[in-house]
């Protein structure tokens, strides 16, 4: 018997209230529910401009796909060649590194994510790919398959070349994958200090200042753990930052920040523009829940089980993020093939749950089996085709 794809609608919510925007001095601007990838807050979003050292989140994304592949372990040590090398008066951020100086894959990935390193991303770019041309290569490649589609790299280390682009857009896209295909490494963005032990002393008395976190969001907003800092003169100030409080994480994304300050208080300003666009986030909307992780919300037939119907759920939570001055149509729409065909292992995905705003779907849920079915045995199963048969032909 050949299961038939049925949908049902699960759930319907109206809300409603009134609502402001919120003031920020950046030219480009996105605020993104982290859990949903729902943009809630977008200004000049899908502008390809400079990105600075924020597109280093690229170059850290794909150490840690070597790392997760078993090209690299964190342990793995890497020479700095001459290309990687620190180049004096070159206006990058650094961690200093000469030729010849052998760094683990760790450090690089800290010396990168925290001190905003050009000479890790070289380093790193040569240890995954042989060169930085062909790391540069796989950086476009994958932010086609991420479907990144107004970021261009020239190179691996966010300095200002033409065409080295990317959208706040695509940048809060990447962030989110970032947080998501690797949650081991993420917890590393909100250090706010790098002691680097390659130093000797002479040289960390040196090169203190540059073991700080730019990310000044990190000591004043509560929550905040992440991302990237990232500025040029030809950019401005940028950052792409994320904040959790309670089940809730928002990542906002600033770029074009003009300020004729000091370093020390750039980085402040900067800082306080993103909480801004983190606070209207946090208090202009609501996240609605429609089921719970692990609740039952329906229960479909089962063809050849030991039970007639299967219960089914969320591994996750079930949720929308809602504006509390619109009044958006909600719907939640389950699919799924029934019968479903036995055995159904528990957990087993067998369908998906669609949120609809406004008609429009905005986020998938998997719908997962919460029991296991066992298959009957054969003489059962015919007995039931026979009884089947009876039952639609008589």
């Avoid at 080295?164 to 949650?183: E, G, H, K, T, Y």
């Amino acid at each position: 018997m050949e299961g038939v794809l049925r949908y049902f609608i699960l759930f319907l919510l109206v809300s409603i209230s009134a609502f402001a925007q919120v003031d920020l001095k950046s030219k480009y601007a996105v605020l993104m529910d982290a859990h949903t990838g729902e943009v809630l807050y977008e200004k000049e979003a899908h502008v390809p401009v400079p990105p600075s050292s924020m597109s280093k989140l690229m170059t850290g994304y794909l150490l840690l796909e070597a790392i997760q592949a078993g090209k690299l372990m964190d342990e793995t040590m890497l020479t700095v060649s001459e290309t990687g090398a620190y180049k004096a008066n070159s206006g990058e951020s650094a961690m200093y590194l000469k030729q010849g100086d052998k760094v683990s894959v760790a450090d690089l990935f800290k010396g990168i994510m925290i001190m905003s390193g050009g000479d890790a991303c070289r380093v790193v770019a040569e240890g995954v790919s042989g060169s930085v041309d062909k790391f540069v290569a796989a950086m476009n490649a994958k932010a086609r398959a991420m479907g990144l589609e107004q970021s261009e790299f020239i190179n691996p280390t966010g300095m200002a070349e033409d065409g080295q682009l990317m959208s706040v857009r695509d940048i809060a896209v990447l962030s989110r994958r970032f947080m998501m295909d690797f949650p081991a490494y993420y917890h590393v963005l909100k250090q706010k200090f790098f002691d680097y032990k390659g130093y000797t002393e002479e040289q960390r008395n040196e090169y203190e200042f540059a073991m700080w976190n730019r990310n000044r969001l990190l000591w004043f907003y509560r929550g905040a753990d992440g991302l990237k800092t990232g500025h040029t003169d030809k950019g401005g100030y940028g950052l792409a930052a994320s904040a959790k409080k309670g089940d809730r994480r928002l990542i906002a994304v600033i770029n074009g920040l003009k300020l004729s300050l000091g370093r020390t208080a750039a980085n402040r300003e900067r800082g306080r523009e993103a909480a801004r666009l983190l606070d209207y986030g946090f208090e202009k909307f609501d996240q609605k829940t429609f089921f719970k992780k692990g609740t039952e919300i329906l229960k479909i037939p089962v063809w050849f089980g030991k039970e007639y119907r299967v219960r089914v759920g969320s591994n996750v939570p079930v949720f929308v993020t809602v504006k509390k001055e619109t009044d958006p149509k909600i719907n939640v729409k389950a699919s799924f093939v029934s019968p479903l065909k036995a055995p159904i292992e528990k957990g087993q995905e067998v369908g998906k749950l669609t949120v609809y705003k406004d008609g429009k779907a905005v986020i998938h849920y998997p719908l997962v089996a919460l029991d296991t079915v066992k298959k009957i045995p054969f003489g059962m199963r015919l007995f039931r085709n026979i009884k089947y048969l009876i039952r639609k032909f008589l």
